[in-house]
Nanobody, 123 residues
Framework: VQLQASGGGLVQAGGSLRLSCAAS????????MGWFRQAPGKEREFVSA????????YYADSVKGRFTISRDNAKNTVYLQMNSLKSEDTAVYYC?????????????????WGQGTLVTVSS
């Protein structure tokens, strides 16, 4: 599976962005998908995850109520809608795929990673 993240950019605090992660391969619909981020000088952290069918979603406390993860298995794509962005959301955002189909928050459980897309929120 190859993952291609896109949609990052520069946005003012309070604004919105939607990230997309397009996956290659016919088995995408069986994979759980996750979003992680890494801010400058910080470790990578979990943002959100969705199970293979989209029935279960999980969010880090820091983004709960502001971010929404979704997927379109027909398009092999997972999305992260980010609203009410804050300066602390500035990071490189990575999408990842997990073969078991179960959404988890631990990065070592993910099998495939995209290249990342930069989100910069100006205050």
């Amino acid at each position: 599976v190859q993952l291609q993240a896109s949609g990052g950019g520069l946005v003012q605090a309070g604004g919105s962005l939607r990230l997309s992660c397009a996956a290659s391969g016919r088995t995408f619909s069986f994979y759980a998908m996750g979003w992680f981020r890494q801010a400058p000088g910080k470790e990578r952290e979990f943002v959100s995850a969705i199970n293979w069918i989209g029935g279960s979603t999980y969010y880090a406390d820091s983004v709960k109520g502001r971010f929404t993860i979704s997927r379109d298995n027909a398009k092999n794509t997972v999305y992260l809608q980010m609203n009410s962005l804050k300066s602390e959301d500035t990071a490189v955002y990575y999408c990842a795929a997990q073969r078991s189909g179960v959404a988890v928050s631990t990065d070592y459980n993910y099998d495939y990673w995209g290249q990342g897309t930069l989100v910069t929120v100006s205050s």
